[in-house]
């Protein structure tokens, strides 16, 4: 079972820029992909974006198309998520997971780093 640990959560003004960041260890050779998530208050977890661990090919949710890119540092077992023009509408908890396979299924999380964004 992989851990994965996120940081780089804060309190920024609408229109700033953040960067969250996951560092995976335990049997990082079982990485197929790693996603970014989030659940705002009273709300379901919603799916931000997501990277294959080989190729570096990202995607994303409508939501963040366009102001967020995510990354990886495959020698450094870590996956990122740049944010920028933030909006107090991105406000919540965000976790980072991982994927053994192609498959829709993560199979490990992080325990969340909160990002809130002032109005």
């Known amino acids: 079972q992989l851990q994965l640990v996120e940081s780089g959560g804060g309190l920024v003004q609408a229109g700033g820029s953040l960067r969250l960041s996951c560092a995976a260890s335990?049997?990082?050779?079982?990485?197929?992909?790693m996603g970014w998530f989030r659940r705002a208050p009273g709300k379901e977890r919603e799916f931000v974006a997501a990277?294959?661990?080989?190729?570096?090919?990202?995607y994303y949710a409508d939501s963040v198309k366009g102001r967020f890119t995510i990354s990886r540092d495959n020698t450094k077992n870590t996956a990122y998520l740049q944010m920028n023009d933030l909006k107090p509408g991105d406000t919540a908890v965000y976790y980072c997971?991982?994927?053994?396979?192609?498959?829709?299924?993560?199979?490990?999380w992080g325990q969340g780093t909160q990002v809130t964004v002032s109005s």
């Open positions: 997971a991982s994927r053994r396979s192609a498959g829709p299924t993560y199979d490990d």
């Open positions: 990277i294959t661990w080989k190729s570096g090919w990202g």
């Open positions: 335990g049997p990082t050779f079982s990485i197929y992909g």
